[in-house]
């Protein structure tokens, strides 16, 4: 379950995109996948303090846990990184995106697409809610 939602968290940054609710005239250079939540980075900090603060708490499996979540993270921008825009894979050393681009940047028609948007949202809700209780 953390994997899971670790592999939803990047996607965080969409919500510039969600609330301007206007088609972009140019989507590969909206705000989505271009913030520190589409980074290697971020997973890399996140694991432990995740982590500490899991164990801080007594969760028992907090190095599972932590460990799951970040690789979510780190599999989602490193799947991504296979678009057209690519992904900021050395920020902070660098903040130009890299990546293999052979797949199309269409996030928008993606994302329009209230069935896709239902299904996402639905699964990390779904996932949120067995790692909780
Ligand atoms: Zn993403």
Not at 36 to 51: A, C, N, Q, R
Not at 66 to 73: I, V
């Amino acid at each position: 379950m953390a994997l899971l939602i670790g592999s939803g968290f990047p996607n965080l940054d969409v919500f510039p995109t969600l609330l301007r609710k206007k088609t972009p005239k140019d989507p590969i250079n909206e705000t989505h996948a271009s913030t520190i939540l589409h980074t290697v980075f971020l997973y890399l900090v996140i694991l432990p303090l995740l982590y500490l603060a899991l164990s801080a708490i007594g969760w028992s499996d907090s190095w599972n846990i932590a460990l799951s979540f970040s690789l979510g993270g780190v599999i989602h921008v490193l799947t991504e990184s296979f678009d057209q825009k690519g992904r900021r894979l050395l920020y902070p050393v660098s903040k130009k995106f890299y990546g293999i681009r052979v797949l199309p940047y269409d996030f928008w028609t993606y994302l329009t697409d209230k069935k896709v948007l239902a299904l996402e949202g639905g699964l990390f809700i779904l996932a949120f809610l067995l790692l909780v209780f």
